[in-house]
């Protein structure tokens, strides 16, 4: 059984890597007053460090108070925006795209979403819908959505019939700029792709107070992205949608969203569905500053004896979480 790192030794790592990693996302351009600005990898883009929720930008309201909500958030510094294909069957792009359709507004974003298919002719037309929704001629970063499904690499890559081949169409077309993959659930899938001969630009994956103590992406693949140069992006900061952390553990929202924006991430993408969250989560990144080690050690020795059971991320089990729905069908109906 492969030996879990202390915490101590943890710390250690986490304080070394931030310190050796100068070109990584963990440099940070302050704005006086706003959001702070990160890296992208080992590109020239600087993203704000968190970044706008692209599933729960349209929940519990209309698409009038979505994109109101989504502007406010423009016009205090939030210029990451996240979605997916599959998100509330297509109406998170489309709102999305309503709010952003004004070049005024689209040239001052960063524009993420995601494709569920792992095959080509699926990929083109996800693509295409998606594109559509948006009402954009690009999508500044694509993602492989919810990477954990058997051979998700060995369909993706297939030279002639996987969706890579539909991707790299459509960057060659400039209607993508950058390519990356997520993943809520398995380590090895994500150093599966990894592994695969590609240069990818960013890597999305739980990362949170309890992921280190648990299955951890924190451990075993946040270095090797550090190493590489690929740009980390952060999810489940509160260990899901409805943020069992604050809830069962008692942690403010705003302490496990500092936690996250200590490691050395691009940014952070924060489910935000009503105003008084949009506030707290401006609130917190304002003038960000990494929580001390102290800081840090002290949180991860309270959330510990949670944590070692993986009961409150349902997300790394499979009994308790299906992303990417609509590849998971597609599967099934394969046999």
């Known amino acids: 059984m492969k030996k879990e790192i202390s915490r101590r030794d943890f710390i250690h790592t986490l304080m070394a890597s931030l310190a050796i990693a100068p070109a990584m996302a963990s440099v940070q351009k302050d704005l006086p007053g706003g959001i702070p600005l990160r890296q992208f990898g080992n590109t020239n883009e600087w993203i704000s460090i968190i970044g706008y929720g692209g599933w729960d930008s349209v929940v519990n309201k209309t698409d009038d ?3 109101k909500l989504m502007h406010e958030a423009l016009d205090n510094g939030i210029t990451f925006y996240d979605n997916a294909w599959e998100y509330n069957n297509g109406r998170s792009e489309e709102v999305m795209g309503k709010a952003f359709a004004e070049s ?6 960063f524009l993420m979403t995601k494709v569920c298919a792992r095959d080509y002719k699926g990929a083109v037309s996800q693509l295409n819908d998606s594109l559509r929704r948006l009402q954009t001629d690009r999508v500044d970063l694509l993602q492989f959505h919810s990477i954990q499904y058997n051979e998700d690499a060995k369909r993706i890559f297939d030279p002639e019939n996987g969706a890579l081949k539909a991707v790299m169409e459509f ?3 400039g209607k993508i700029r950058y390519v990356g993959f997520s993943g809520h659930m398995y380590i090895d899938s994500h150093l599966e792709m990894l592994n695969m001969d590609f240069d990818w630009n960013s890597v999305m994956m739980p990362l949170n107070l309890l992921d280190p103590h648990y299955k951890s992406f924190e451990k075993n693949i946040l270095p ?3 190493q590489r140069n690929i740009a980390p992006i952060g999810m489940k900061s509160l260990a899901s949608n ?3 952390i604050p809830r069962e553990l008692k942690i403010p929202a705003e302490l496990c969203r500092a936690y996250v924006l200590s490691l050395p991430v691009s940014t952070l993408v924060c489910g935000i569905q009503t105003r008084k969250e949009l506030l707290t989560d401006l609130s917190v990144a304002r003038d960000f500053k990494p929580l001390t080690s102290e800081k840090i050690n002290e949180l991860l ?5 949670a944590g070692i059971t993986g009961n409150l991320e349902a997300y ?3 009994k308790g979480y299906f992303g990417c729905s609509h590849h ?3 599967l099934r109906e394969e046999g």
């Open 224 to 226: 090797v992205l550090i």
């Open 104 to 109: 005024s507004k689209r040239d001052k974003i």
């Open 65 to 67: 108070e979505s994109i």
């Open 242 to 244: 409805n943020g069992r």
């Open 328 to 330: 998971a069908r597609a």
């Open 301 to 305: 020795e309270k959330t510990q004896p």
């Open 171 to 173: 960057k060659k077309q």
């Open 316 to 318: 790394k089990d499979p």
